[in-house]
């Protein structure tokens, strides 16, 4: 039974022993298998290497535990497979005896071999999506040899998968309408048929993408575990390139066996927290890895694509339009852990980084660079460049003369490293003050190159050095802080009754000595957003300049203030708080030397968890339309932060269709959202991923402001503004007839895993704000989101769109709602991708938990009538069939993620049983509590998101 069928009273709270069934023969088990995999239209290349890897993971499991387990884990898998494919209760229950039929210590292994089987599979899908798009770019590489099906395993041009899902780009499948324009060159071409080539030259010139990397605590996996899947991959790219049973294919599947050994022999769980410290150095190995060299090659593809053969012999018309923000180490909201010595800190090794980075690139193209100076004689800018230079360091400009005899352009590069490298030291004599310094030196080589005709030299490597540090700067993420407002109210109450201060409020002033600090030593990109979380009027933004101002006085920081609505009413009274707060000297002095820059962060997370996902949306397209409309009156350039999570219910799903859903005049080339957790690692952790993602969303951000597409979002809003109307309030209603009914908070606690989660060493950030599950209010996001995603219930992501949908009642109307409005579009195509996710035979058993059938019986009802809603509106007979590609995803993890939510069930249950019997604290609660945690890591694996 798939998620959202008519109730079965079948389904029993309990399960049959495992004696009960008889078990399949090997031979019946391999023909399960193999039908099952065969009907989800896996391409070859992929079926091949989910088998391979699947097969040394056999091994491994023999290896370490002999037959017996190897045994084990394949009947829970083929009853698992069975029962999806089936989906009869007896075929349910058998699977859910064998799960118990364990030891916890065997619950434990099971547990731990599905979870790493899920970490191959993510791996195998990442690798095909890899292939497709070095085909489509006419890259060589091995062949897929699965013919036609190649083109859909690159899920719509590696965007998609399971992760893609939720936290991908265009997602499997999705927005193929719209795919002629979801590359930058693309979009450029067709704003250039619609606007005239002179203002999409300009749009162009302005485009800005800006990812914001978050340590919220949403990525399940352990560091270690993420570096030994690097490695795999690595290998599986090398068995690709080596011919079939050569010596080079054997001795990759030798690596890829002792690299699966070690997957299976590290622990999954982290034994302690994660410092601040900790999570900003796992942030710079996305860096070091993967964006630092990725993203000057999306300047230069799309370039190439724009301007052909020209492209690399004169100057790019395409701008470094990324900037990479972080809040790790600067977002205190509710985290004690991050000080504003960890601030520094992290500023500090962020530097670090990036300044290593640009060394290196500089030796690297330097030594290259051995044009002598009779064929490319330097300018005159390029002398005295290296003049200054030997004055200053005579002994190692003798050297590097002396390398590099008659290579000018060589020796002047080389003499640049050497500067960066003093600048990362903090040698006062020789470093840089500010990155425009090293600019200036690198136009002058770049110019000197193409005055004496190397023009590929100039315009080539140098180009890319130069995009470099126009988006890194010498800082590599431009470090943002944010605090509560009642902080804030608190520091300065403290501060003006004359009392001596806290300990709190003290750190609340050093924090912007280290602004200040920070800026003086890498430039003002470095810090100096303060984003305000709960902002609720104009006077909790004036409140950080007073507070800067008791800091330092005359002294204080650079301060972009940025306003956080996050709740239902904030984000309707955010455009009177706006214009009010336009009016305060600081913001109107900073506006005025920004060009009438500002920026406003709307959160997606509260604003669900406040009123639900359908209002929040609703709400959240409505506050962005007035904001927009606002500030093109006041004739102020506005940049709208987008504080989305990975997970549906946080605003996560396809970012492409979610900016072209967006308001007229709401992006106007600009897009800022947060990333975080497993999110950060789907999108940028490998190469042409990363390429490919931040070539879409720039061309959705570029194209959002078209004629055509505000033309077509403001008209479908207009004509839907009474479906919206009635959405909005109905699904609100049924929303809280949940969340607000007498007990939902302790009885939410009790049938999902949300308190065992707040165990789990995911981040230095606490899951709560202090408050016990007698209250809501304070309960993170995150934990919300997960916990309903462990249940296999995916609640946030869809409760109340079934109801809302029914109100409306037009089916017809409806469906031309889903055609032609975006916005209704994209939340319809994200339920459908939740809704997937979610298995509602596994769902009844953790609502069985709670004992309360009218909550129980409300949360599957709705379920049931948003499933049938969303089937109408998208066609076919199930979910997603109008997407095969993701369809097949989701499907082909579904039963392994059954096997691991089996195994927490029987841990929650033993859990909840031994809570109600006063027995907690044994030592039999220490193994249950270490088999859920094990499990609540699986399916986070395999269901590919967490909050």
């Known amino acids: 039974m798939r998620a959202g069928a008519a109730p079965d009273p079948g389904y029993s709270r309990t399960v049959t022993p495992a004696q009960t069934f008889p078990e399949p023969t090997n031979t019946e088990a391999i023909r399960v298998i193999g039908r099952f995999e065969a009907g989800r239209g ?82 195998a899908e990442e690798h095909q999506r890899v292939r497709v798009l070095r085909e489509r770019a006419g890259q060589p590489g091995p062949s897929t040899g699965s013919g036609t099906q190649g083109a859909d395993a690159g899920t719509q041009g590696a965007d998609a998968g399971t992760q893609g899902a939720d936290a991908g780009t265009q997602g499997a499948d999705a927005g193929t309408q719209d795919r002629p324009a979801d590359t930058v060159a693309a979009a450029y071409a067709q704003l250039e048929r619609e606007v005239g080539e002179d203002e999409a030259r300009r749009r162009l010139a302005g485009l800005r993408f800006h990812p914001v990397f978050t340590a919220h605590p949403t990525e399940a996996r352990r560091r270690a575990v993420s570096s030994s899947i690097r490695r795999l991959s690595e290998l599986l790219t090398q068995h690709d390139a080596a011919s079939d049973g050569g010596a080079e294919a054997h001795r990759a599947q030798r690596r890829m066996l002792e690299e699966i050994d070690t997957l299976w022999r590290t622990a999954p769980l982290r034994s302690q927290k994660p410092s601040p410290t900790d999570e900003v150095r796992t942030v710079m190995s996305v860096f070091d890895e993967t964006l630092f060299t990725t993203v000057p090659h999306v300047y230069r593809r799309i370039d190439d694509a724009l301007r052909g053969e020209d492209s690399g012999s004169s100057a790019p018309v395409v701008p470094a339009f990324v900037r990479v923000g972080s809040w790790v180490g600067g977002d205190r909201d509710g985290n004690p852990f991050v000080t504003a010595s960890v601030t520094r800190e992290a500023s500090k090794i962020a530097a670090d980084h990036v300044l290593r980075g640009l060394e290196r690139a500089l030796e690297r193209i330097g030594r290259t660079l051995t044009l002598d100076a009779e064929g490319t004689p330097p300018s005159v800018e390029v002398v005295a460049l290296w003049d200054r230079f030997a004055s200053a360091e005579p002994t190692l400009a003798a050297e590097l003369a002396a390398r590099s005899p008659e290579e000018p352009h060589r020796r002047v590069l080389l003499a640049l490293a050497h500067r960066v490298s003093a600048t990362r030291q903090d040698d006062s004599t020789h470093r840089y003050s500010r990155p425009e310094e090293l600019l200036d030196d690198l136009r ?80 003002l990109q470095a810090a100096g957003r303060y984003v305000v979380s709960f902002t609720q009027a104009a006077s909790d933004l004036a409140n950080v300049h007073r507070l800067a101002k008791h800091a330092l006085g005359d002294d204080a920081p650079v301060l972009d203030v940025v306003p956080l609505f996050e709740t239902f009413a904030d984000l309707q009274a955010a455009p009177e708080i706006l214009a009010e707060a336009v009016t305060f000297p600081e913001f109107r002095a900073r506006m005025a030397a920004t060009g009438n820059r500002l920026e406003v962060m709307l959160g997606y997370s509260d604003s669900s968890k406040d009123v639900g996902p359908v209002a929040a949306n609703l709400a959240l397209y409505e506050a962005q339309e007035k904001i927009a409309l606002w500030a093109k009156e006041s004739d102020i350039e506005l940049t709208l932060f987008h504080g989305r999570g990975g997970a549906l219910g946080r605003g996560g799903g396809p970012a492409n269709s979610a900016i072209l859903a967006q308001p007229p005049h709401s992006v106007d080339g600009r897009f800022k959202l947060t990333e975080q957790g497993e999110v950060i690692f789907a999108r940028y952790g490998e190469p042409a991923i990363a390429m490919r993602h931040i070539d879409q969303v720039a061309a959705a951000t570029l194209l959002a402001s078209s004629p055509s597409v505000e033309a077509r979002t403001s008209g479908a809003a207009a004509r839907y503004a009474e479906v919206a109307a009635v959405m909005d309030v109905s699904s609100r209603e049924r929303f809280f007839s949940l969340v607000k009914a007498e007990g939902f908070a302790p009885w939410f606690a009790t049938v999902t895993p949300m308190e065992e989660i707040g165990l789990l060493a995911l981040g230095s950030r606490p899951a709560r704000r202090g408050l016990s599950v007698e209250s809501l209010e304070d309960l993170r996001a995150i934990p919300w989101v997960f916990a309903w995603t462990q249940a296999r219930i995916n609640l946030a992501g869809w409760f109340g769109l079934g109801t809302a949908l029914e109100a409306v009642g037009d089916e017809a109307l409806l469906i031309e709602a889903y055609r032609e409005w975006p916005l209704l579009r994209t939340m319809i195509d994200n339920v459908a991708m939740s809704l997937a996710k979610t298995d509602e035979r596994i769902a009844r058993q953790y609502l069985a938990l709670g004992d309360r059938d009218d909550l129980a019986a409300l949360v599957l009802d709705e379920l049931a009538l948003t499933r049938e809603w969303v089937i109408r509106l998208t066609g076919g007979d199930g979910l997603l069939v109008n997407k095969p590609v993701l369809q097949r995803a989701v499907q082909l993890r579904s039963p392994y993620v059954d096997a691991l939510s089996l195994l927490q069930l029987r841990a929650l249950r033993a859990l909840r049983s031994a809570a109600s019997d006063g027995a907690t604290g044994s030592g039999a609660d220490a193994e249950q509590q270490r088999l859920l945690l094990l499990s609540v890591s699986g399916v986070a694996a395999g269901l590919q998101n967490t909050g």
């Open 42 to 123: 896996i391409p070859d290349a992929m079926r091949s290497d989910v088998r391979m890897l699947g097969n040394l993971l056999g091994q491994v499991l023999r290896e370490s535990g002999g037959d017996a387990l190897f045994d084990d884990v394949e009947r829970l898998r083929l009853a698992t497979i069975q029962a999806y494919d089936e989906e009869t209760p007896d075929a349910f229950q058998r699977a859910a005896a064998i799960a118990e039929s364990f030891t916890v210590a065997r619950a434990d292994e099971v547990a731990r071999a599905f979870t790493c089987y899920f970490h191959l599979v993510n791996l």
């Open 444 to 523: 002058a080589v770049q110019n000197s190159l193409a005055e004496s005709g190397a023009k590929r030299h100039a315009f080539g490597g140098v180009q890319h050095l130069i995009w470099q540090v126009e988006t890194y700067g010498f800082h590599l993420t431009e470090l943002e802080v944010r605090q509560h407002s009642q902080v804030h109210a608190k520091a300065l109450a403290e501060l003006e009754s004359g009392e001596p201060i806290s300990a709190q409020t003290e750190e609340v002033l050093e924090l912007f000595r280290v602004i200040a600090e920070i800026q003086r030593d890498r430039g």
